[in-house]
């Protein structure tokens, strides 16, 4: 018998134990009552795993089976307001979740509030015929589809779904984001109105004529927007799009439309900025929105960082940013490998000290930055000597995060005796709502009073 938890959330990390949670529900009914949020990983799912001689088909079949038996005995003891199914075997494995599966979801609409789906290769097209939210979603305040296995599949059931989400106030949308016309997710119109839509985060290879830019246009209630945007020809934002937003996160801010979005003229009230790829040409757009901007994020090469003049420009730009509060560089070194002289394999050194130190080093003493983030899986740990007592830095700087593969560290950075060391402190809780997570969660300071 699976042991289950005091907590409002169910963790499902592994198929394998959904008998076991089934029969400790059959066992003990009141178990049913205790969980509001259902979150499935099938990034280390074992469902996969052989099996004898099930097939695919079959395991998923075996899954949804106690799944469901799940969802029906939370439904009937209170109700579900969270649901996630997410992960890496969504985009790898070519199956399809059984209709009955989807009629147990459905009986959650009335009181669910928060919905992360992810979906197998061309699973949303299998399921084009089936009806897999009938109802429409009266208290559904944040909705995350990921379709990226979709290529060229049909998505008229995601067509029907958008139509019914009103009240949602986050949209998350992840497309094939393909250039070839066949690739496309195709059946989506983009003409829904969603008059609460404050929080939207798109990826997608768009083509003018689908309606796309006209649904952005008529949603200026949006105060954060992730865009991943690719088009056939050029796209343009007008100045009177998303009038009102805060924080912004792109891939590059040189590609045409993301420019637009940073118009001095449209004086959107842009604090919180995700620039994507560092480019010289990228620093003349982030300070035109100067005055406003508090947090900065951005990602740079480990070659560019550490071999060109990226750190002097980085020390002039933020000496333009005045009320610059929390500064954040992704540095990935994992993906790079090369073939060194005697045949061996060699690849670049990993996020250190050093870099750290670098960073330090572009920021002014008259700097009002708190807060620092630098981020690569493959970083090595922050040496005891360097935490006890840290270079030179701003009287304003008050933590420093350090994110790998190991965690994401955060230290407070504390001043006695003439020393600043870096304190190990509690690490700031960035998900209160069931299952829903946003960009701008990684902020540091937007979690600290």
Not at 222 to 228: C, G, Q, S
Request: hydrophobic share 35%.
């Amino acid at each position: 018998m699976a042991t289950l938890s005091p907590t409002p959330v169910l963790k499902i990390s592994g198929f394998k134990r959904l008998p076991g949670i089934v029969d400790a529900f059959k066992s003990h009914s009141e178990y049913a009552s205790t969980f509001t949020s259902i979150v499935i990983d099938d990034e280390e799912n074992d469902a996969w795993e052989e099996d004898g001689k099930l097939q695919e088909t079959e395991r998923m079949a075996g899954a949804c089976e106690h799944l469901a038996a799940i969802i029906d005995m939370i439904v009937l003891r209170g109700g579900l307001e969270s649901f996630s199914w997410t992960g890496y075997e969504l985009s790898q494995s070519r199956v399809v979740r059984p209709k009955a599966f989807w009629k147990s979801l459905a009986k959650t609409v009335p009181t669910l509030k928060h919905l992360n789906l992810g979906f197998y290769v061309h699973e949303i097209h299998d399921l084009s015929k089936v009806d897999i939210f009938p109802s429409t979603f009266d208290n559904l305040e944040s909705l995350e589809l990921n379709l990226s296995g979709g290529h060229g599949d049909d998505a008229v059931q995601i067509e029907v779904m958008l139509r019914k989400i009103r009240s949602v106030k986050r949209l998350a949308l992840y497309l094939p984001t393909c250039d070839l016309e066949t690739c496309r997710i195709q059946g989506l119109s983009y003409n829904y109105h969603l008059p609460k839509l404050e929080d939207l985060s798109l990826s997608v290879y768009d083509s003018p004529s689908s309606g796309l830019m006209n649904f952005l246009a008529h949603h200026s209630s949006v105060k954060t927007l992730y865009l991943d945007l690719s088009s056939d020809e050029p796209l343009q934002f007008s100045e009177t799009t998303f009038p009102g937003l805060r924080a912004l996160h792109v891939d590059s801010l040189i590609a045409s439309p993301f420019h637009d979005l940073l118009s001095e003229s449209a004086a959107r009230p842009i604090s919180h900025l995700n620039a994507g790829s560092w480019s010289k040409e990228s620093y003349a757009e982030i300070v035109k929105i100067a005055a406003k901007l508090t947090c900065l994020e951005t990602q740079d090469s480990f070659d560019a960082w550490r071999e060109d003049d990226f750190p002097q420009q980085l020390k002039e730009m933020l000496s333009q940013l005045p009320n610059l509060q929390e500064f954040a560089l992704d540095l990935p070194t994992g993906n790079t490998s090369w073939r060194n002289e005697d045949g061996t394999w060699g690849g670049p050194r990993p996020m250190d000290v050093e870099d750290l130190t670098k960073l330090l080093s572009c920021l002014s003493f008259d700097s009002k930055i708190r807060a620092v983030r630098m981020a690569d899986a493959k970083g090595l740990e922050l040496p005891v000597e360097l935490l006890a007592d840290m270079p030179s830095i701003p009287n304003s700087l008050e933590y420093i995060r350090w994110d790998t593969d190991a965690g994401n560290l955060l230290y407070r950075l504390e001043k006695k005796e003439g020393k600043t060391a870096g304190v190990p402190c509690d690490p700031v809780r960035t998900v209160s709502k069931g299952c829903v997570r946003t960009w701008t969660d990684e902020s540091i300071l937007s979690h600290i009073a």
